[in-house]
């Protein structure tokens, strides 16, 4: 007899692979990088490398960053903005979720430009040649030399506040050239900035990566405005060409962001009464991502076309020429690109409690689940269609009790030396690593097409002790 029970399916690994992914699929919309498959090991394959064989030849834990994922995050956003927007636009990529040479160099290759937010980030974008004209430098303190390093390297620098503007026109005045750095004529002149305003716009996301409410550390107050506006139309030596302002991260509403972009519209229109010509407006960043199954951002293209129609309706009805408009996303672009492997070692089975897993890495990989209660979701890439019997908290190994990757994972029965793989790891891992512990960082490969390239080597014990100095009499 035919049984009329239908099949129970057990959930597995495999239950992250998206079955409908296709060159229009939002890379934010999916757990899993977009090239990830389940080989005929029942093995993960990312970028057609498989990543328990990554993990014997690159070591654990890795990080392992995903082109195709990267490209085509960046390819959505730049070809959105084109198609919707009938302006100029120039979707510049958000350094700080992952600054490295491999990453800037990656990004620029697709045409986007680059926002960075400290000497360190700038300087990598330039050694990874991405062209001055489309590096934006951010930051709410930045340094004397920071901001020599970005006139001389002829960058846009978004100002932040009245301090950075007076600092600013001082070392213009003075022709550049700090202490450290011998005086020279000012290569770019005059120094091209926009002003980074915040809009007052609430937005239901983390307390610590909200930055849009008036309640915020950065940007001029827009009370200030007018009078920002009267002081820059007066300085010679300031050539300031639009708007900033970013309301937040991993945001799932679209409605702020139309908000802040008709906002941002109406300050343009107050600029022109003070003869400030703008013609750049930049939105920021924010969009989310899919870190677990109930997350439900809007896709890269509707997120895109929402700004470029707001922005086109706002000067429609101001009557205003459209400004070259710019965005600044970090997390949808690179967060889905990658994932991090990590080597389970022991586990501790508390009676009626709990079980503890624990993995080779942890908070100093990854501090975003014990600074924001971030939740991940992972699976075993050695065990891809095993059912997932069994429900464990994965511990980090530092020593801290809140050193915590995942409460209450469902995976597969494991063992040690299974490879245990955490999803939308691109963004705010690597650049937020420490050595906490003195551990080594890991160490990132980008993968395509069955090849693995090391884009960032594993610390040694060696890096770890380089900074220490021993005074002579202790030794
Ligand atoms: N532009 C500005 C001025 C920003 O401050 C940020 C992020 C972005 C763009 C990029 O935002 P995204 O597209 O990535 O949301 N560490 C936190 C996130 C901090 C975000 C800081 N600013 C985390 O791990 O969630």
Not at 11 to 38: C, F, H, W
Not at 43 to 52: A, F, H, K, M, Y
Not at 427 to 449: D, E, G, H, K, T
Request: charged share 20%; proline share 6%.
């Amino acid at each position: 007899m035919v049984s009329t029970h239908p099949v129970e399916v057990q959930p597995s690994g495999n239950q992250y692979l998206s079955q409908r992914r296709s060159v229009t699929t939002s890379p934010n919309q999916e757990l899993l990088p977009l090239s990830a498959k389940v080989n005929h090991h029942d093995s993960l394959e990312i970028g057609g490398c498989d990543v328990t064989t990554l993990v014997q030849q690159f070591g654990s834990p890795l990080y392992i960053l995903d082109e195709q994922t990267l490209r085509t995050a960046c390819q959505q956003y730049r070809d959105t903005f084109k198609q919707y927007y009938k302006g100029e636009s120039q979707v510049l990529y958000a350094s700080k979720a992952w600054n490295c040479l491999a990453v800037c160099a990656i990004v620029a290759s697709e045409g986007l430009g680059i926002d960075v937010v400290s000497g360190g980030e700038l300087y990598t974008a330039l050694e990874a040649g991405v062209s001055p004209e489309k590096i934006y430098l951010h930051g709410n303190n930045k340094s004397r030399d920071e901001l020599i390093l970005a006139i001389e390297s002829g960058c846009t620098i978004v100002v932040d506040n009245w301090y950075e503007l007076h600092t600013l026109v001082e070392v213009a005045d003075r022709k550049i050239g700090s202490d450290s750095l011998p005086t020279t004529p000012p290569p770019h002149h005059p120094i091209r900035i926009m002003l980074r305003l915040t809009p007052g716009i609430e937005c239901h996301t983390h307390e610590y990566i909200r930055t849009g409410h008036l309640d915020s550390k950065f940007g001029f107050d827009p009370n200030d405005l007018e009078e920002v506006f009267a002081f820059v139309s007066k300085q010679p030596d300031l050539n300031c060409v639009g708007l900033h302002a970013h309301i937040g991260s991993q945001i799932f509403e679209r409605q702020p962001h139309r908000d802040l972009a008709a906002v941002m519209v109406q300050w343009l229109r107050d600029a022109a009464k003070y003869n400030l010509e703008l013609t750049e407006l930049n939105v920021g960043g924010g969009l989310g991502i899919k870190y677990i199954e109930s997350d439900d951002p809007p896709s890269i293209a509707e997120w895109s076309k929402a700004i470029c129609e707001v922005v086109q309706e706002a000067c429609a009805a101001e009557n205003l020429p459209l400004p070259k408009l710019l965005c600044e996303p970090g997390r949808s672009l690179i967060a889905t690109a990658c994932v991090t492997a990590y080597t389970i070692g022991s586990a501790k089975t508390i009676p009626d409690i709990r079980t503890y897993v624990t993995i080779d890495g942890g908070m100093s990989d990854n501090p975003r689940p014990i600074t924001y209660q971030s939740v991940y979701r992972a699976v075993v890439a050695n065990k891809m269609s095993a059912s997932l019997t069994e429900t464990v908290t994965l511990a980090g190994k530092h020593c801290e009790s809140g050193d915590i990757l995942i409460k209450n994972a469902q995976l597969p029965k494991t063992e040690p030396g299974d490879i245990l793989v955490v999803m939308g790891t691109g963004a705010y891992n690597y650049s937020m690593a420490s050595n906490y512990n003195r551990l080594p960082r890991p160490a990132a490969v980008l993968v395509a097409n069955g090849e693995a390239n090391l884009i960032l080597q594993r610390e040694s014990y060696q890096d770890i002790i380089r900074q220490d100095c021993l005074p002579e009499r202790l030794k």
